[in-house]
């Protein structure tokens, strides 16, 4: 008996993957599970792009909007998470479709890897989230570069919460994080799966998409959002591991007065572009994505037609 069929829908912020994703879904009999880091906390519907009800198209989504922003979620947490979502998709006879941007959790999970155990310190964790707040993620990120160089280069400044995951394995574990990664294993898949990735043929209109999306958000309420978790968590005593997501940390700074309303949009927009950019790296580095290129979002045919195509190959042989 052939391995279960599973299929993957990737690529870059604003890339049309919520679309394509129930798309498929409804055309092959399938349910989705979420690849998204952001899209796992309550609250953040508009910061983290959660897929509204309409977008959803009456299919099945999972691990979306159903962990407090305080608690914190490993690859390790969402291989587990994600895997018995899967299995539980396959045991009513569907399709699993992983939807999402966040490239350790699609790797990991495809992948099958297995983590060593570490035990969470929540008291080191907060201390961490501190600097980053009150003294930059830059100061955090040294701290990273002088402890474990190797684990630095693996993970972006701006990442706040790698950095603090990583500072926290070192400081539990007393080993380096780099080294704990690398004794990550990687066992036989009991999936075969069809990686679809998306991606536009020049970077300017992926770009030039993702300002739009952002000024829609904007005008759908992201401003309003993003004030009540900060408000939330001023009067709690402290900014918690989600409120780093792209589109809340942004308007902080308009808040607390130091800056208009418009340069924190653009700096939202900015940081989007450059978290597309790191996406890209990380995806390319996957030579079994099967990549969909397109040339403007008004292709929407041609890119589920050449989905469904691929698809039909892949799970047939």
């Given amino acids: 008996m052939s391995e279960p069929f599973v299929l993957a829908v990737v690529g870059p912020t604003a890339s049309g993957k919520t679309w394509l994703g129930a798309e498929l879904a409804k055309r092959f009999d399938g349910e989705v599970v979420s690849a998204d880091s952001m899209q796992i906390y309550k609250d953040m519907d508009i910061a983290s ?3 509204t009800a309409e977008e959803m198209q009456g299919i099945p989504h999972h691990l979306i909007g159903f962990l407090d922003r305080s608690e914190t979620f490993s690859a ?12 539980g998709i396959l045991s009513r006879g569907k399709l699993p479709v992983i939807v999402g941007g966040t490239g350790l959790y699609i790797d990991s999970l495809l992948g099958n890897v297995t983590f060593p155990a570490m035990k969470p310190d ?32 693996s993970i972006h400044m701006n990442n706040v919460v790698r950095v603090v995951r990583a500072l926290e394995v070192i400081h539990t574990s007393g080993r380096l994080f780099s080294e704990l990664k ?19 043929s020049d970077r300017s209109v992926l770009y030039e998409r993702i300002d739009r999306r952002v000024e829609e958000m904007v005008s759908r309420g992201l401003v309003e959002e993003a004030r009540e978790i900060w408000l939330r968590d001023k009067a709690e005593g402290g900014f918690r591991t989600a409120a780093n997501a792209i589109g809340c940390k942004e308007l902080y700074p308009y808040f607390e007065g130091e800056s208009s309303l418009e340069e924190c949009i653009a700096r939202i927009q900015q940081e989007s572009r450059r ?12 030579e079994y994505i099967h990549w969909i290129i397109f040339d403007n979002f008004g292709q929407k045919n041609e890119i589920l037609e050449k989905s469904v195509k691929a698809m039909e190959i892949y799970r047939n042989v």
């Fill in 275 to 286: 978290y597309a950019k790191r996406q890209l790296t990380w995806f390319r580095r996957n």
């Fill in 182 to 200: 690398a004794e990550s294993r990687r066992e036989p898949s009991p999936w075969r799966s069809l990686i679809l990735g998306l991606n536009t």
């Fill in 76 to 87: 390790a947490d969402y291989v587990r998470l994600a895997g018995e979502a899967v299995n």
């Fill in 49 to 51: 792009a959660k897929p």
């Fill in 122 to 153: 929540p008291e080191y964790r907060h201390q961490l989230t501190e600097i980053a707040e009150t003294q930059g993620n830059a100061v955090l990120y040294d701290m990273l570069v002088r402890a474990d160089p190797a684990a630095a280069e």
